[in-house]
């Protein structure tokens, strides 16, 4: 009797628990909660679901010109007229996302940047530029990058151009490491983004009608380089062919060429973050390969020899641009917080063919210096100074001066 009182007291419990078992809220799903990913440096995540790292990051930037440039030198800045900014600013936010996932083939990555500003002047609105948008995959490279011909391209800000190749550019690359940081790379581009046109003229220094330029592309660049990266520092050895493919049947085309070889040293033995560098470039009918700030204005017209060729119309002869430049820099920590970089120019252009003043040889020195304090990690506040002597052979010298007070925060 007792035992089966036992026995239906024991079933009546159980048939209570499952009751109150069956009115409780299901288990919970599991949360894919967000892994940190330590293979690629600091800020990356696994993106929910996948093998996949990301990196989201941004920069703000904040800056202020006075501008101090001869009247000659620019319509639109300076202090020369009434009408030209003395002063102008800039704002300027950029987003980078930049996704690595390892595979059995290697590598595969992905990489975007791009940015809104916002001028002096500005309605308000601005476009969204597209600086870089690429996939990488083992040692091809495709998309919007910067161009494998560049090697060199400033420690400073650039606001008034420079001496060297700096470009980016639609390109499709492969390159090949041999090891112990060498590496070559064969990649072709695309060269609407190093087109400098044509300058047209008679030989009665009269502006022919239906003046020459650029016709619809043909060909890409071809860009070829070899590199080495160790711990001394970097060098690079690199060429690029460029079509010079007129919109007239009766000019023509030729074919344009550059060459380009640069060196970086570190030298710790200064500072743990000092680099020195130095480079040269010659080219013919590739100006933009030589030099991305070429400037030679010609006040009231619109033309000017910063080009790639010359065509005489009454002739129709078709003469490339020959070009040279050498450029160089020094970066220094001072301190933790404080450094300072200073990038120097030299461009000498001959417009072979020419006979008119309109499109006469010309050179460009470019020198700029700036100090910088960083008083917490990825905030820069500093100033720079920039300089460009404009020699014309035909018309009168100018001078352009910009100083920029910068706001940077990098996160």
């Not at 109150?20 to 990356?44: H, I, K, N, Q, S």
């Not at 006040?299 to 000017?304: N, P």
């Not at 070009?323 to 160089?328: C, D, E, F, P, R």
């Amino acid at each position: 009797m007792q035992i089966k009182s036992i026995v239906v007291g024991a079933a009546g419990l159980l048939a209570a628990s499952s009751a109150f078992a069956a009115d409780l809220p299901g288990a919970p799903e599991p949360v894919d909660y967000v892994r940190v990913c330590d293979a690629y440096g600091v800020g990356y995540f696994y993106i929910p679901g996948t093998e996949t790292c990301l990196r989201v990051s941004g920069r703000v930037r904040a800056d202020t010109y006075i501008w101090g440039s001869d009247k000659g030198y620019d319509g639109v800045f300076g202090w020369g007229t009434r009408e030209t900014n003395g002063i102008s600013m800039r704002a300027r936010g950029y987003l980078y996302m930049d996704s690595r996932t390892n595979t059995e083939f290697g590598l595969l990555r992905t990489y975007t940047e791009m940015y809104a500003t916002i001028d002096s002047g500005s309605s308000g609105s601005t476009p969204i530029t597209l600086d870089n948008a690429y996939i990488q995959f083992g040692g091809l490279t495709a998309g919007r990058a910067q161009s494998f011909y560049d090697f060199f391209t400033g420690y400073n800000f650039a606001k008034i151009g420079e001496g060297y190749s700096d470009q980016k550019t639609n390109l499709l690359g492969y390159t090949y490491g041999f090891g112990s940081g060498f590496s070559a790379t064969l990649s072709i581009e695309d060269p609407t983004f190093r087109n400098s046109d044509f300058a047209n003229y008679t030989t009665s220094l009269v502006v022919p009608a239906g003046a020459t330029s650029y016709g619809g592309v043909r060909a890409p660049d071809v860009v070829g380089a070899v590199r080495v990266d160790q711990g001394w520092g970097s060098a690079q050895l690199s060429g690029a062919i460029h079509n010079v493919y007129s919109d007239s049947p009766q000019v023509g085309s030729s074919l344009g060429w550059a060459v380009q070889g640069g060196v970086e040293f570190n030298v710790p033995q200064v500072g743990p973050s000092t680099s020195v560098a130095l480079q040269g470039a010659f080219g013919q009918g590739a100006l933009s390969y030589v030099s991305g700030g070429a400037f030679a204005p010609i006040g009231g017209t619109a033309l000017s020899s910063a080009v790639d060729a010359t065509v005489n119309g009454a002739s129709d002869n078709l003469n490339l641009t020959t070009a040279w430049s050498v450029s160089g820099g020094v970066t220094h920590a001072w301190t933790p917080q404080w450094k300072s970089n200073l990038t120097a120019s030299y461009l000498d252009v001959q417009v072979d063919g020419s006979q008119a003043s309109l499109v006469g040889d010309f050179s460009n020195f470019d020198v700029a210096g700036n100090l910088i304090y960083s008083p917490v990690a990825g905030l820069d506040i500093g100033g720079e100074v920039e300089y460009k002597y404009v020699d014309r052979q035909w018309q009168s010298d100018v001078n352009g001066l910009v100083g920029i007070f910068r706001v940077q925060r990098t996160f």
